[in-house]
């Protein structure tokens, strides 16, 4: 019989204050004034008073324009080339600063362009940083995703054995996930070092110095994968572990029936263990989604984002934006963007997992 | 169809000896009980059986072949576990055909098996349904159902009913009696309920401490039990045993005596006793009866009405408490003295050493 002191609503509510006090000042007012900022020029420190600016915060971060460039022909209607034979095209600057005949795309700058035909396409946006962080951060994920997850899984099937010692390794896998990330990120900036670091110097050994040094922070085509690298390294003890929780739930006479019935280690994997993960491997999933989509502190104490952007993600920019350069309604709007995508990416998630009826 | 023959079977975890040792044979469509108290081995034996267990000594053989090293899908046998085993995700029919599934056969195959499985069991219209979707006998059916697609030369069960209710375990039983019957095929079945034991059984093999302690057709087992651990454990209520002294021993019979229950003669041939010897004399509760001679007197403490007989506990003159089944709804009440007959012919001797005379 439920004694009065766990039925009354009053106590309830007064244990459950505390905390829901602080949730509410720390975590969900932030996030209402983050809302409120991104419609406003709100800045840091400012004298001005905040102006409500509608949407043009996300117009600026997310304006994008797609312009089509003929090739520049001579007075017979031959394309011009230039040395090497390839045509030449009106400068994109002609069209982006100062050009009334096309006002939708003034302020904007060049993000990537490629040929079509004879034409060439250029795809600009107002904010190509952010962009950049943008495409960083999905990248992030979509290999982090899959590669932690799978590998965490991995880990999980060997230490899930009866086997003298195993805790030893449970630990050692787990390790990494209760030092700091950011010991953890200067640690492996000394092993990613250009010159004298370990995997530069490990690479030098097994190949006989073959293999050129690399400064693998400093490259733009080496950082985020070594990022990616040392990331999914990090976590993979803390996703093993849930891994490791859900294949303990799965009934070992499970494995006895399938072994009698004959299944081979595969066999037993795809039609014993696999289905029943299922609920797990959801979890997972979203768990490093979300974690990959707010990628922070090892862009901040490894590469501060360079190097030329090629390590921006969506998060060091709001940080970057809101405090940096003190544009708090800027930064807010990146905020508001991020919830948006994991929020959409979440349910997507759930959606495509659901328990078929 | 097989025979199974276990031949000096040992079980060892460790330094620790679960199974001490084990002859048993069992004939082709013989319908054979493993019985005996928790932790007596029985189960042990069963998935050593079923290869799920390594033997750590003696022979196995099946059919013709000794199985000791094969693994469980090579030993032509089909296991039915207590918690069903049956797999949550898949349907009844892919339940069923998941032996075949997993060995690729083809598709017609994979209809005809699972359609006289589900013919020979009655359900039909379960199999597109899931497990959730079933009820505990249902499930245990699916799990019987997947072991007869096997087509297997030995049926082994592991306490398969005793995660049902009393009902439903009752009909079960009469359905396993008959699958037995319709199937003719081995089988080799674990339980600690003796009356299960007793209604299924060809031959019941009574296991304690890792050792056989007798091997017989259900009613030897009851009239004629081996030791005083046999006697004590087959029948419901446990048998009475009465402390006594050899009187006096012949060819033909043997006399003992005690104050609780006078002097008696047993007609028992040949009995290895000297007169003074202390042996023990077991009376099976159903075997004592109102009226008539007067060989047992005691104080009725507890009465217990089922209706159909009326259990009565008496303590007699030396403060032992005996158990009495008397037929039908007797009137008795506690404090009431009791006057009860033997029957000599029926009742048991065990010498000192525990053995039956």
């Given at each position: 019989m439920a004694s009065k002191f766990t039925r009354s609503n009053r106590t309830g509510w007064m244990m459950a204050g505390p905390a829901a006090a602080l949730m509410a000042i720390f975590v969900v007012l932030p996030f209402l004034f983050a809302i409120g900022l991104s419609f406003t020029n709100q800045?840091?420190?400012?004298?001005n008073p905040t102006q409500f600016v509608g949407l043009s915060n996300y117009e600026q971060l997310l304006g994008v324009g797609v312009l089509t460039l003929a090739p520049e022909t001579d007075t017979t209607g031959a394309v011009l080339r230039d040395a090497d034979g390839k045509p030449s095209y009106p400068s994109v600057r002609s069209f982006t600063r100062n050009n009334d005949q096309y006002p939708q795309y003034d302020g904007m700058r060049e993000w990537f362009s490629f040929g079509l035909g004879d034409n060439q396409v250029y795809v600009l946006g107002r904010d190509i940083v952010f962009l950049k962080a943008l495409v960083n951060t999905v990248i992030f994920v979509l290999v982090v995703a899959p590669v932690q997850g799978g590998l965490a899984l991995g880990l999980a099937l060997l230490i899930n054995q009866r086997l003298r010692g195993i805790n030893l390794f449970r630990a050692i896998y787990f390790m990494p996930v209760v030092v700091s990330i950011v010991v953890v990120s200067l640690l492996w900036r000394f092993i990613y070092d250009g010159n004298s670091g370990l995997l530069n110097n490990l690479l030098g050994a097994i190949s006989l110095g073959t293999i050129p040094r690399i400064d693998w922070l400093g490259n733009p085509g080496t950082a985020l994968g070594a990022i990616i690298a040392m990331s999914v390294w990090q976590a993979v003890g803390f996703h093993m572990v849930i891994w490791l929780s859900g294949l303990q739930t799965i009934s070992p006479t499970l494995y006895e029936a399938a072994a009698i019935e004959g299944a081979s280690p595969w066999q037993t994997f795809r039609y014993v263990t696999w289905p029943g993960l299922r609920n797990t491997a959801v979890l997972v999933l979203i768990v490093i989604t979300m974690q990959a989509f707010s990628l922070f502190s090892q862009i901040d104490v490894m590469t501060g984002g360079g190097p030329l952007d090629s390590t921006q993600t969506i998060v060091f920019q709001a940080v970057e934006r809101g405090y940096g350069k003190q544009d708090i309604s800027g930064g807010s709007t990146i905020s508001v963007v991020l919830f948006v995508i994991v929020l959409s990416i979440s349910l997507i998630q759930r959606w495509l997992t659901r328990e078929k009826k | 169809m097989a025979r199974v023959s276990l031949s000096g079977i040992k079980k060892n975890y460790g330094g620790v000896e679960i199974i001490k040792g084990v002859d048993i044979d069992v004939a082709d469509g013989e319908f054979t009980v493993f019985v005996g108290p928790s932790g007596c081995g029985k189960s042990t034996l069963l998935r050593m059986i079923a290869g799920l267990e390594d033997i750590t000594g003696g022979t196995l053989t099946i059919g013709d072949r000794v199985v000791n090293d094969l693994p469980p899908k090579d030993r032509s046998i089909a296991m039915v576990f207590q918690s069903y085993a049956i797999f949550p995700h898949m349907t009844v029919r892919e339940n069923l055909a998941f032996g075949l599934t997993i060995a690729n056969a083809p598709k017609a195959e994979k209809d005809a098996k699972v359609a006289e499985a589900a013919r020979i069991l009655q359900m039909e219209h379960l199999l597109d349904r899931r497990p959730s979707q079933l009820s505990g006998g249902q499930r245990q059916r699916v799990a019987i159902g997947r072991a007869i697609v096997r087509k297997p030369g030995v049926f082994l069960f592991d306490e398969p009913l005793s995660n049902l209710d009393a009902a439903l375990r009752v009909d079960m039983r009469m359905e396993l009696a008959k699958l037995h019957a319709d199937l003719g095929a081995t089988m080799i079945y674990v339980t600690h309920d003796q009356v299960e034991a007793m209604t299924l059984a060809d031959k019941i093999v009574v296991l304690n401490a890792g050792i056989v302690q007798q091997v017989g057709t259900p009613l030897e087992l009851y009239h004629r039990p081996a030791n005083l651990f046999v006697a004590g454990f087959i029948g419901s209520p446990k048998m009475n045993f009465l402390k006594a002294k050899v009187e006096a021993v012949d060819a033909t019979s043997v006399t003992v005596g005690s104050p609780d229950i006078g002097t008696l003669v047993l007609p028992k041939a040949n009995v290895a006793a000297a007169v003074g010897d202390a042996v023990t004399v077991g009376m099976r509760p159903h075997h004592l009866t109102l009226g008539g001679a007067q060989d047992i007197t005691g104080r009725v403490v507890l009465v217990e009405r089922l209706g159909n007989e009326t259990l009565t506990a008496i303590v007699l003159a030396s403060g032992q408490q005996i158990i009495v089944a008397l037929p039908g709804d007797i009137e008795v009440m506690a404090g009431q003295q009791l006057h009860l007959a033997t029957q000599a012919e029926r009742a048991c001797l065990f010498l000192a050493n525990g053995l039956a005379a």
């Open positions: 800045r840091l420190i400012s004298p | -």
